[in-house]
Structure formats: structure tokens, C-alpha cells
T-cell receptor
């Protein structure tokens, strides 16, 4: 069964600090992995999309890494801002006949001043 | 900047009633999606739609659900006979094409079934 596990479940950091969120998946065969940011009560917003051949992708202060061999991804946030407070969701899609994505439960990040 | 819109923002209905949730995808997008998120839980894929047909659907998308593109701009999700467990946030999304194309999500409709 395809699964996406994220850690930590929640994280509190001080403004200006860096943090790294983790995503492990068992989706196979792998097609792509996406990171989304979801503010409370809002729809997810895409941060990065990575395929099998990509190790790193950046979007401003967000940098995602992918290790397809170990089936792990991370999202690194640099110089956090109060507006980074949100849930960060890892989504993995399989290659082949079904493009149904598998969502992780998300990491809830709170940035304190 | 183009965005996906959804109406209503909040819908309250009684168990057994039919509801229609409406979405206006981004105008040049060809793929449309519905997701749901039960409070406190993860987002779940319901269905994708392309060229006036369902492209993929999950196990959740059973016979009580249907989707339609009634005109050139709207994309709807109908729940025929709502149950208490249908209470959730329903998100519509659209993308230019499938695969590696970015999906743009709407703000969601909160459905409360009483």
C-alpha cells in the first residue's frame, strides 16, 4: 500500500531560524514528489515538484531534496518568517496507469517572534 | 494572477440531502480535481476530470458522488445523499495538463452535514 509519512508532526521555531521537515514514502513506482504549504483554512499552495532525476529544487527560501534510493525527501526552510507558520504537506504520485496522489499528514510549523 | 474560485465558502445541509459544490478552474487549464480534507486529517484525492470525463477516481469516490462540467467555466461536485461523515473541507484544483504540471487549489468549501 502506498504511504507517505512525515516528521515531525509539529515544530516550533523562532523567527529567523532554519528548519528541516522530513518525508518518507513507499509509493512505487515513483513518479514525482511535491511539497505544499497549507495555511489554516486555505487550499494547499505548491512549493516544489521533483522527479526521480532531481536531487534538489529551490523556491526562494524553500529547498527540497530527494533521495529516490532511500525514498526520502526533506524540505529546508531558511531564515524563517512569521508567515511561514503553516502545515507543510508532502505528496507522492506513482508512475503508470494511476496518477492518484498519496498525501502525507503534514508537519505543522509555528514560527514565533 | 488567475486563481481557482469555489462557492459557497460554507454549506450546511441535513443528512440525506443533495449538495452541489461549485468551482471555477483557471481558464486555460484542462485538468480538474476534487479533494477533501476531514477536520484534522490529511488531504484525500477524490477525482480528476479531463475532456468531460473522469480520468481517475479514488475508493472514496463512490456512487453518491458525481462531477460535471456543465458549461465552459464551472466544475461541480455533487453529493447525492449526504452522510454525517461527508462533513469536510472540499478543495477544487486545476492544472494545465496532468503529470508534472502544478496544481492550483481553490480556497475550499466547508461542508457541514447535520
Amino acid at each position: 500500500k502506498n504511504q507517505v509519512e512525515q516528521s515531525p508532526q509539529s515544530l516550533i521555531i523562532l523567527e529567523g531560524k532554519n528548519c528541516t521537515l522530513q518525508c518518507n514514502y513507499t509509493v512505487s513506482p515513483f513518479s514525482n514528489l511535491r511539497w505544499y504549504k497549507q495555511d489554516t483554512g486555505r487550499g494547499p499552495v505548491s512549493l516544489t515538484i521533483m522527479t526521480f532525476s532531481e536531487n534538489t529544487k529551490s523556491n526562494g527560501r524553500y529547498t527540497a531534496t530527494l533521495d529516490a534510493d532511500t525514498k526520502q525527501s526533506s524540505l529546508h526552510i531558511t531564515a524563517s518568517q512569521l508567515s511561514d507558520s503553516a502545515s507543510y504537506i508532502c505528496v507522492v504520485s506513482a508512475l503508470g496507469g494511476s496518477y492518484i496522489p498519496t498525501f502525507g499528514r503534514g508537519t505543522s510549523l509555528i514560527v514565533h517572534p | 494572477e488567475p486563481e481557482v474560485t469555489q462557492t459557497p465558502s460554507h454549506q450546511v445541509t441535513q443528512m440525506g440531502q443533495e449538495v452541489i459544490l461549485r468551482c471555477v478552474p483557471i481558464s486555460n487549464h484542462l485538468y480538474f480535481y476534487w479533494y477533501r480534507q476531514i477536520l484534522g486529517q490529511k488531504v484525500e484525492f477524490l477525482v480528476s476530470f479531463y475532456n468531460n470525463e473522469i480520468s481517475e477516481k479514488s475508493e472514496i469516490f463512490d456512487d453518491q458522488f458525481s462531477v460535471e462540467r456543465p458549461d465552459g467555466s464551472n466544475f461541480t461536485l455533487k453529493i447525492r445523499s449526504t452522510k454525517l461523515e461527508d462533513s469536510a473541507m472540499y478543495f477544487c484544483a486545476s492544472s494545465e495538463l496532468r503529470g508534472l504540471y502544478e496544481q492550483y487549489f481553490g480556497p475550499g468549501t466547508r461542508l457541514t452535514v447535520t
